[in-house]
């Protein structure tokens, strides 16, 4: 999730001056571990608008385009782009998802899904890239219906200034 200091997640084109092949060399290495997406409604549709046209060497625009996607929303009533449309509760389809073998999903942007997903103890990792950057406006990743204890796994820091966080959340 690509984050500001202070919180936001909307519409991420800030992100722009930050990245560099650090950044790249994260978000290849995610992607590349992950056998599906997990997207909501917003998400998908500027992805699947922009990545089926994209090509580039090291296989990123084609791995993102092979990868099955599995897309929350209420009012979709179709899906392309490899992807398939979750049932109305959500909840339930993404705990079927992690119960299958080898389902590593990944979720990009998709603020609303995942503070659903975390209502319902559904995250397992959150990978946070913290721009050095402040907004005091926007859409923000954490709230009170969405308020979650965790576990710093790992951190570091890019050339950029983009802090690299790894979360696990605190269960009892």
């Known amino acids: 999730m690509y984050l500001t200091l202070d919180g936001v997640m909307e519409n991420p084109a800030w992100t722009g001056p930050y990245f ?4 790249g060399k994260a978000q290849r290495d995610l992607l590349f ?21 994209m090509t ?12 099955p996607k599995f897309v929350a929303s209420r009012t979709l009533k179709a899906a392309e782009w490899n992807a398939t449309l979750l049932p109305a509760d ?20 998709s603020g609303q899904l995942v503070r659903t997903l975390m209502q319902h103890d559904l995250i397992d990792e959150y990978r946070l890239m913290v721009h050095p950057l402040v907004l005091g406006v ?17 951190s570091y ?16």
Do not use: K
């Open 20 to 23: 560099n092949e650090e950044v």
């Open 33 to 53: 571990a992950s056998d599906a997406l997990l997207l909501g409604r917003v998400t998908y549709q500027g992805f699947a608008a922009a990545w089926p046209t």
């Open 56 to 67: 580039d060497e090291d296989g990123f625009a084609d791995r993102m385009n092979a990868l």
């Open 90 to 109: 959500v909840a339930e389809a993404v705990r079927e998802l992690r119960e299958q073998n080898g389902q590593n999903l990944l979720i990009y942007g």
């Open 138 to 154: 926007g859409l923000r990743l954490f709230t009170e219906e969405a308020a979650a204890t965790l576990e710093l796994v790992s």
């Open 157 to 172: 820091a890019t050339s950029s200034g983009v802090l690299m966080l790894t979360y696990r959340p605190v269960r009892s």
